[in-house]
């Protein structure tokens, strides 16, 4: 089992930028591939961004390509996402995720083992 713990989120402008944490506890994060998805109100959770397991692969939606950058400290137990030039349709909730078992990186949610509670991120016009 393996617990995540979601951090960093908040109110930003138009153009700003956040860092989101994920901090996992239970079990070394080095056995998982993590991803980022998000989800806004009335909406389906979406893929956002996901990582291998050591870090020398990553993928991205096409909406946030450019944008946002997903990175990990397996030292740390720790997954990152940083945000650049955030637009209002990136509101949303933000959740960090855990796959153990797949050999490339999924997109679907239902590929994903374990998730953190989220993080609410609101940006502003």
């Known amino acids: 089992q393996v617990q995540l713990v979601e951090s960093g989120g908040g109110l930003v402008q138009a153009g700003g930028s956040l860092r989101l944490s994920c901090a996992a506890s239970?079990?070394?994060?080095?056995?998982?591939?993590m991803g980022w998805f998000r989800q806004a109100p009335g909406k389906e959770r979406e893929f956002v961004a996901a990582?291998?397991?050591?870090?020398?692969?990553?993928a991205y939606a096409d909406s946030v390509q450019g944008r946002f950058t997903i990175a990990r400290d397996n030292a740390k137990n720790t997954v990152y996402l940083q945000m650049n030039s955030l637009k209002p349709e990136d509101t949303a909730v933000y959740y960090c995720?855990?796959?153990?078992?797949?050999?490339?990186?999924?997109?679907?949610?239902?590929?994903?083992?374990?998730w953190g509670q989220g993080t609410q991120v609101t940006v502003s016009s």
């Open positions: 239970g079990r070394t994060l080095s056995g998982f591939h």
């Open positions: 990582i291998t397991r050591t870090g020398g692969g990553t």
């Open positions: 995720a855990a796959d153990q078992g797949s050999i490339v990186l999924k997109v679907s949610p239902s590929s994903y083992d374990y």
